[in-house]
């Protein structure tokens, strides 16, 4: 089975090879990539008709010309259609214009919308410009992009040379595309039983110039709305005037459903890639361990996904220094990482084999012949025409339900992630809701916990499957009839709210690991001056001669126990504002030190308790503003976070958030007028609210900015897009491990039995023989 991450990567070449400047998609019907139609949909790339198409599509023309000089009863030739093909006609050519003409039936109404002028005689006032709008001004018509690929599929099927159609008919389709004049078509309205009949009708009435459809016409800079019959003038292209079979050919095909499809197919290949990105910064941020993701698990477990999946977040997590070792050392701490981090490759595991099998039938379905009937011409003595249900999208469902489940499975993760990082039950340490303030004066993210938990409801309801909801149409003759463009419709409805979702998570993921990297940088200043201020102020004189099981080494001993028991009591404080929390935290070392001190020691603990809690705040909030001044969290970071956070913080401008980044601003005159709110007319608005931050992580998503550094951290985790796999070998030995690996373990003391204290910033304690490696080919 192909990997999932290896698919990612050799897709993501694919497109940016396709967007550089001056390449041109060739269409030939049998070579179209799932990148080609993201690049000529999304990002205007142009498309020209290959030259070994041209034999092909001409003698399928020819075979329908001798099919009716032969008095051969064809479907759409010369019978009528669907339900009603028990007619017949000897006005072929008229019955091409027919079909258009019926299936222009759908609700366009909306910004772009004009009333045609036989109808606007009328006496009944439709609209008034006084009354709000119930829903978004373009909520009835497809956007260009979806149009755009839908008329590069439709080429690519009708160049195949199975369809009858003529070269003249195929080369003006092309032309609009290459002059970017893109129909005007409606949302709704197909079930794509017999293809997708009424979107694919509207770009073959663009083709007709007919003067009742609009079109975008124009540059991408100056888009403006006009008839199609204006447009083709305009560009001086030639009316078609339809041929046998030609107009059914157009219609009758899955080019539509198959085109949003592949764009919904590319965000969750992007997404799903990102997920895994993100589950390596939430184990950093949440304190977690690499344990989850060793090799043995999916060695004894051996499905493709889930090693996938493991391998990438391993190597991800490959030089944190935030990892821990999660060997159970830490008292009444949780033995192992909580479900959302170890078991994400089993989590996604089976989503990224899904989504493989989804590709494969998107790309399938992309170099189809999709209508009905078909022109066998492959015999170069005689052809045939066949009849049969290429048109028939159930493919294109198929793929369309594994990505929204996986859609769901994979927001369900981010979700439980994120909400570990806020809340302070589960986020081992953080402050509640992320705050950079004090956590009585500061809810920065208690609204975003309720914003993804929203999300995360959406996406568990829009899972649901939609090819389960077939209606018996058109006089019972389709009653089967796939729903693919509505199930595709509802996954880019899905990506966009995964994507919000994701966003969201980034952004939280990226203040939280600014305040675990702040923290790192109080203790490591704040250590040595409190075992400083311990030596100054006991002596071994100061406390009891110990017993024969304590065996103390002198107060040293002792000031390393208080290290932990006051690192460990502020953890658990986190809820507490500043000094209450580290009052209590030294007062946990005084309850410590109390029962070891001689009687003539006791005013010294109370020296020490003042003095210790006044140098911990005090250089608290010293090195707070100093962090804030200059955040930078990479030192302390995994490969993956560290590139992710460098282009959040650099690249977007998103920053570390205090309550100050997200305040009103004042007013500033500029001109004589304040520069924010919209009285300003043209000036921007100032200031920022947690939206905006996590709308501009949004933008780079969906634009692919972010996509980019996804690709990335998989290229440097050994990924490529040639397939290569991983390489497995039996490791006999322990302690074998991957050459330069920096294994987890941030500095941390921790409470054992009976009050007793070991310090694993002092030791050096090497875990590598209690775990098994692979190293990469």
């Not at 203790?523 to 100054?536: D, G, I, N, R, V």
């Not at 507490?576 to 309850?591: E, K, V």
């Amino acid at each position: 089975m192909t990997s999932f991450n290896n698919l990612v990567v050799s897709h993501w070449d694919e497109f940016s090879t396709a967007t550089s400047e001056g390449n041109t998609v060739v269409v030939d019907g049998t070579s179209l990539r799932l990148a080609d139609i993201v690049a000529v949909a999304r990002h205007g790339l142009c498309a020209e008709l290959s030259p070994h198409a041209v034999g092909g599509i001409e003698r399928s023309a020819a075979a329908i010309q001798k099919s009716i000089a032969d008095g051969e009863i064809i479907y759409g030739v010369n019978t009528g259609f669907g339900g009603s093909a028990d007619t017949r006609t000897q006005k072929i050519e008229n019955l091409q214009r027919e079909i258009m003409r019926g299936l222009n039936y759908g609700v366009l109404d909306g910004e772009f919308y004009s009333t045609p002028s036989s109808l606007a005689k009328g006496t009944t006032k439709t609209t008034d410009a006084k009354i709000l709008p119930l829903d978004n001004q373009t909520s009835n018509q497809m956007p260009e992009a979806w149009v755009r690929g839908t008329m590069l599929i439709r080429l690519n099927s009708l160049s195949s040379g199975a369809s009858g159609v003529r070269l003249a008919t195929v080369q003006t389709l092309f032309k609009l595309l290459q002059e970017n004049i893109i129909p005007l078509t409606p949302l709704r309205g197909s079930i794509s039983a017999s293809g997708d009949l009424s979107p694919l009708s509207y770009i073959g009435g663009t083709m007709q110039g007919k003067p009742n459809l609009l079109v975008w016409a124009g540059p991408q800079s100056d888009r403006r709305v006009i008839r199609a019959d204006c447009a083709l003038a305009e560009k001086s292209i030639p009316k078609v005037r339809l041929g046998p079979k030609e107009g059914l050919a157009i219609v009758n095909g899955t080019a539509a459903s198959t085109s949003v499809g592949a764009l919904a197919m590319h965000e969750a290949l992007c997404q799903a890639a990102l997920s895994q990105v993100l589950t390596s910064m939430s184990v950093e941020a949440l304190l977690g361990t690499d344990e989850s993701f060793d090799p043995f698990f999916s060695d004894v477990r051996p499905h493709p996904g889930q090693r996938d999946a493991a391998s990438a977040i391993l190597e991800f997590l490959n030089g944190s220094s935030l990892m821990q070792r999660g060997d159970g050392s830490e008292k009444s701490s949780l033995r192992q990482d909580r479900y959302s981090l170890r078991t994400a490759p089993q989590w996604i595991g089976p989503v990224f084999e899904d989504f493989v099998l989804a590709h494969q039938q998107i790309t399938d379905e992309l170099n189809s012949v999709t209508d009905n009937p078909l022109i066998d011409c492959t015999d170069s003595k005689q052809h045939r025409t066949i009849h049969g249900g290429n048109f028939q999208a159930r493919s294109i469902t198929s793929a369309m339900e594994k990505l929204r489940q996986g859609i769901q499975g994979i927001g369900r993760m981010l979700f439980t992630q994120c909400t570990e990082l806020i809340n302070p039950t589960t986020n081992r340490g953080l402050p509640p809701n992320l705050v950079f303030d004090e956590p009585s004066e500061s809810y920065i993210w208690k609204g975003t916990d309720v914003m993804i938990a929203s999300l995360t409801s959406e996406l568990g309801f829009l899972a649901n499957p939609v090819g389960t909801h077939v209606q018996t149409a058109e006089m019972g003759n389709q009653a089967l009839n796939s729903l693919a463009l509505i199930s595709a419709r509802y996954t880019l409805e899905a990506l966009s709210i995964l994507t919000q979702l994701s966003s969201a998570h980034l952004v939280a993921l990226c203040q939280a690991l600014d305040l675990r990297a702040m923290n790192c940088r109080f203790f490591e200043t704040l250590e040595p001056l409190f075992h400083q201020l311990f030596a100054s102020t006991f002596t071994t004189d100061s406390f009891l001669p110990p017993d024969s099981d304590a065996k103390r080494l002198a107060d040293f001993s002792l000031s390393l126990k208080c290290w932990g028991i006051f690192t460990q009591r502020l953890a658990q404080l986190s809820t507490q504002n500043s000094r209450d929390r580290f009052t209590t935290s030294i007062s946990a070392t005084s309850s410590y030190l109390l029962p070891l001190l001689t009687s003539t020691s006791l005013p010294a603990l109370q020296i020490w308790s003042l003095e210790a809690t006044s140098l911990s705040l005090k250089l608290f909030h010293a090195n707070k503003d100093i962090y804030y001044a200059s955040p930078d969290a990479t030192p302390f970071l995994g490969a993956a976070s560290k590139r992710m956070y460098t282009f959040v913080r650099q690249e977007l401008g998103i920053p570390f958030i205090r309550n100050d980044s997200i305040s009103t601003p004042k007013g500033e005159m500029v001109d004589g007028e304040e520069e924010y709110g919209f009285g300003g007319g043209e000036k921007k608005r100032q200031g920022m609210t947690i939206g905006d931050v996590i709308t501009e992580v949004y933008r780079a998503q969906r634009s692919g900015a972010l996509y980019s550094v996804v690709v990335e951290c998989l290229k440097e985790a050994g990924v490529s897009g040639s397939g290569i796999e991983l390489q497995k070998e039996e490791v006999k030995e322990a302690g074998i491990v991957i050459e330069g690996r920096q294994l987890g373990g941030m500095k941390r003391a921790f409470v054992e039995d009976e009050g007793s204290v070991t310090d694993d910033s002092g030791i050096e304690r090497d875990w590598r023989e209690k775990r098994r490696r692979t190293s990469r080919a």
